[in-house]
Nanobody, 124 residues
């Protein structure tokens, strides 16, 4: 059973930055896809970013392009979400998920494993 643990969330002022961590229990990230999703109260889950760990290709939601960057550390089997210029509308519970089949940024329902999430609050 693969386990994913998110961390790095917190309270930040508008314009600030946070780095989220998605630590995985896999032996190697090669061949998998990891995605970041978020859900705000009263809103549907939204895909934020994903990285295909077989070729390093990435994708981002339009709402975060230019502000968020997804990256990985193969040695630590960890995927990061670097979030800059945060806005109040980025406030949400952030989850990472892993697609064991390594598909290119699939829909949320195609991800095999999910973490429990970490809260990000952007407020002055």
């Amino acid at each position: 059973q693969v386990q994913l643990v998110e961390s790095g969330g917190g309270l930040v002022q508008p314009g600030g930055s946070l780095r989220l961590f998605c630590e995985t229990s896999v032996f190697s990230l090669d061949g998998y896809t990891v995605g970041w999703f978020r859900q705000a109260p009263g809103k549907e889950r939204e895909g934020v970013s994903c990285i295909s760990l077989s070729d390093g290709s990435t994708d981002y939601a339009d709402s975060v392009k230019g502000r968020f960057t997804i990256s990985k550390d193969n040695a630590k089997n960890t995927v990061y979400l670097h979030m800059n210029n945060l806005k109040p509308e980025d406030t949400a519970f952030y989850y990472c998920a892993l697609d064991a089949l390594g598909r290119v940024c699939p829909d949320a329902d195609d991800y095999t494993y999910w973490g429990r999430g970490t809260q990000v609050t952007v407020s002055s």
